[in-house]
């Protein structure tokens, strides 16, 4: 069972900035891919952005250019640069880590997005 330490959500006006990290550990497989999915109330789980082992990123169209997914020097780490939040923004972010037996889910940590 893999174990997630999500960080970084909050409040914030739009236009603001915010900073998800997330670190998962416990894998008995190699993580090929991590990336955070987004659901916000009434609405499905969604792609924000993915980052594979060999650096290629994905990104949803309603993010590009807005926020930048990257990978920290510790093993299985990532973090979610967010600018120039919108309102539409606000939803739980869940981190996710795919390997090639499955697919584990963080706990979400809540952003939204409101003056």
Do not use: H
């Amino acid at each position: 069972q893999v174990q997630f330490v999500e960080s970084g959500g909050g409040l914030v006006q739009p236009g603001g900035s915010l900073r998800l990290s997330c670190a998962a550990s416990g894998s008995s497989f190699s993580i090929n891919a991590m990336g955070w999915y987004r659901q916000a109330p009434g609405k499905q789980r969604e792609l924000v952005a993915q980052i594979t082992d060999i650096g290629r990123t994905n990104y949803a169209d309603s993010v590009k250019g807005r926020f930048t997914i990257s990978r920290g020097n510790a093993k299985n780490t990532v973090f979610l640069q967010m600018n120039s939040l919108k309102p539409e923004d606000t939803a739980v972010y869940y981190c996710n880590a795919l390997t090639i037996v499955a697919n584990y889910w963080g706990q979400g940590t809540q952003v939204t997005v409101s003056s």
